[in-house]
Structure formats: C-alpha cells, structure tokens
C-alpha cells in the first residue's frame, strides 16, 4: 500500500489557553471550567472510538496534540486521551509523538508525565524572548519562564524541543529578533518555526492596528527581519526545509512533513480537519456543537484541486515537489501540465528543476517571493 493511502498523521485539538493572544484567529478559548474541560475529554474520547476505523492508520503514524494549549489541559485528561487512542490502534509505534505548550503553563510533573506517556517532542509557543514584546503580544509567560521551561523539558528526558517564533509585530526591532533567535540558540533548541505576523480580520491586534493604538514595523522592517532570520540560522547550523522552519541534521518535523508532502491525516477535536487523499473532513468550530455530537462537513475535491494542492505544499518544502510521485499518484506530468507557470518562475529565478532527482523547487530568492509562485498554481 502506497504512504498515500493510509493515513500518516494524527492531529488532536485542545481548544483551551490560559488567555487569548492579541494575534490569534485559533479555534481557541481563554480556560474552561474543570467541567466543560472533562466534558470535552469525554467527546473527544468518544470521536477516537468512532472514528478509529475510518481509514487504514500506517502503524508509523505521527502523533501532534495541539491548541489552544494541550498543557493547561490536566494531566488526566491527557492520560485519558493518549489511553484510548492506543486502546484504539491510532496510537501504535509513531515516528514521532508531539504535545504542544505554553512555558507559563508546564512543570517538571507535568513534562515528565508527558515523557511516561509516549510523547518525544515539545513545542514551546515562545514567540519572543524579550519580555516586553510578550506583554504586547498577551502572551502569558516571561523570557526567564522560557529559559526555565527549556531547561526542565531537557531534565524531563526531552531530547527534541521546537520553539515558535513571530517577527514583524509592533514593537518589535531588527535587534529585538536578533537577541531572540540568539538567545534560543544558546539554550540549545534544535528546531525553530519562525513565522512572519499575519493580521488576522477580527482579532484584537487587528482592531488595534485599525484605530492606531498599534502600529506594525514597516514593510523594509520587517523585509531585514526576514533577512536576518534567513542568514543567521543556517549560518548556525539550522537548515531552512520549509519556508517558515528550520532544523538541526535530523530535527525536522516528522509530523509537519505528513501536511508538506499531501500525505493523509486524522485530525480529530474542535474545528481539527482530516485528509484521506480524496477529500477533506472538518469538525464544527463551535464548542456547543462539537459538544453535542455535530457530523463533520465533507468536501470532496477534484483533480485539479488536489493537483494544485500538491504542489502549493511541496514548493512550501526545500525537497519540493516529487514529479516521479505526481505523476505516480495522479497520472499526470506536471511539467506539461503547468508548462507557462513553470517557465515564468524560471525566467524570475524563482524555481529550478533538478531533472537528475525530478524534482521541483523553490530558490532562497522564491522562497522569499512564495505566495506570488504558489498564485499561479492555485
């Protein structure tokens, strides 16, 4: 069986936080009350039974707990989760086991337990080591908590810790960045998704931005934060695989890399959406209604659709995008197919093709130009 048909990935949504950011357009909601987060528990239980058997689950399958903030979730509730989906078979030898969490909300317990249940890898929602822009951007953790959460996932027994970063927001200064990714770097974090600010419509940032009481940094600003990013961590040793993350030699995002490669997944929660090759699954984003058992909207999606699809998230990757494998899983050769696109983004030094690997790719220059590539194939 071809790794397109089976799924590769399992993504649970843990809809809850201690606060909601000023940036966040998440399916996410300030803490809940032991009840409502028992009673989501029990739901979310209840949709791993009954959707256990829906499609064939590779053995291998990554696992991703996600939010909101898995770790304000009590301890038993994830005990609880990560039990019935190993009694379940969706939880069998994965290559690799990820829990979100905020470094405000963790302690020595609680990673150690996380540890004892299965999960190799944390992602610490840091966004910025400088005290100051975390106050701006409501988060609800210090830069010294930061350091300090690093530190106890090390004597936890987590060998593999990602932290999140965010540049272009106000406030912050060419400098600013610089300190922050400096600073992870000598606490030893082996990978980093370091993501420029997108103004999401509705949420408190942008209400800000619109009456004046914020303002961003300006477009060249932020173009040499993008710089900066782009030189300083390969020049450390971090190689750019996607156009937002950077990894040691072996640190990349197993399961990231199921999404990149258009690879089948279960996405099982609040709002969380699945993949089975041919369509699209999605929950309710509405509490009450996924509390009270809403079916999931069903897209399915054409050819073309799923094509294009393919392509958009392998250009995201510096592997690009596999023709051998295009051609293999939907009979079809792209570079026939996009003969103009293909040809304007190598005039604008935008692609290349390795014909000795068949591949498709992104330059450095492209990647910083992504969203006008990836607008011809969407």
């Avoid at 053995?59 to 609880?80: C, H, M, N, R, W």
């Avoid at 971090?238 to 950077?246: L, V």
């Avoid at 690997?357 to 450095?364: C, E, P």
Wanted: charged fraction near 20%; proline fraction near 4%; glycine fraction near 8%.
């Amino acid at each position: 069986m071809n790794n397109w048909e089976q799924i590769q990935g399992i993504y649970i949504h843990i809809p809850f936080c201690l606060q909601k950011c000023l940036y966040c357009d998440f399916a996410s909601f300030p803490q809940q009350d032991r009840e409502t987060m028992a009673k989501y528990t029990d739901n979310l239980c209840q949709e791993i039974q009954q959707r256990a058997l829906s499609f064939p689950v590779n053995p291998q399958a990554t696992i991703y707990f996600g939010g909101g903030t898995p770790s304000v979730l009590p301890l038993e509730d994830i005990a609880k989760i990560v039990g019935t989906l190993k009694n379940n078979g969706l939880w069998q030898k994965p290559l690799e086991a990820t829990i979100e969490a905020n470094p405000g909300t963790i302690s020595l317990e609680s990673l150690s337990t996380y540890r004892q249940l299965g999960f190799d890898r944390i992602s610490f929602g840091i966004q910025s080591m400088q005290d100051e822009e975390l106050r701006a951007m409501g988060r609800v953790h210090t830069s010294l908590q930061a350091r300090e959460a690093i530190k106890l996932a090390g004597e936890a027994g987590f060998s593999r810790i990602s932290a999140d970063l965010i540049y272009g927001y106000p406030s912050q200064t060419l400098k600013s960045v610089t300190d922050s990714l400096q600073t992870l770097v000598l606490q030893g974090i082996k990978h980093m998704s370091v993501y420029g600010l997108v103004v999401e419509e509705g949420t408190p940032l942008c209400n800000y931005l619109d009456v004046g009481k914020l303002i961003l940094p300006s477009e060249d600003d932020s173009g040499d934060m993008y710089d900066c990013v782009t030189k300083y961590l390969p020049q450390q040793g971090y190689k750019r695989y996607e156009i937002s993350n950077y990894a040691c030699i072996g640190e990349e995002s197993r399961h990231n890399l199921v999404y990149w490669q258009y690879l089948p997944y279960l996405g099982l929660g609040l709002s969380a959406c699945s993949f089975d090759g041919q369509a699209r699954i999605t929950n309710s984003n509405n509490i009450e209604e996924y509390l009270q058992g809403k079916t999931p909207e069903t897209e399915k999606l054409d050819i073309e659709t799923r094509l294009a699809e393919y392509i958009f998230m392998g250009l995201r990757t510096s592997y690009g995008v596999n023709l051998a494998v295009a051609e293999e899983r939907f009979a079809i050769d792209i570079r026939e197919i996009y003969k103009k696109e293909i040809s304007e983004c190598q005039s604008k030094g935008f692609m290349e093709i390795d014909r000795l690997q068949r591949t498709m790719h992104l330059t450095d220059f492209g990647m910083k130009f992504g969203n006008q590539v990836f607008e011809k194939f969407l």
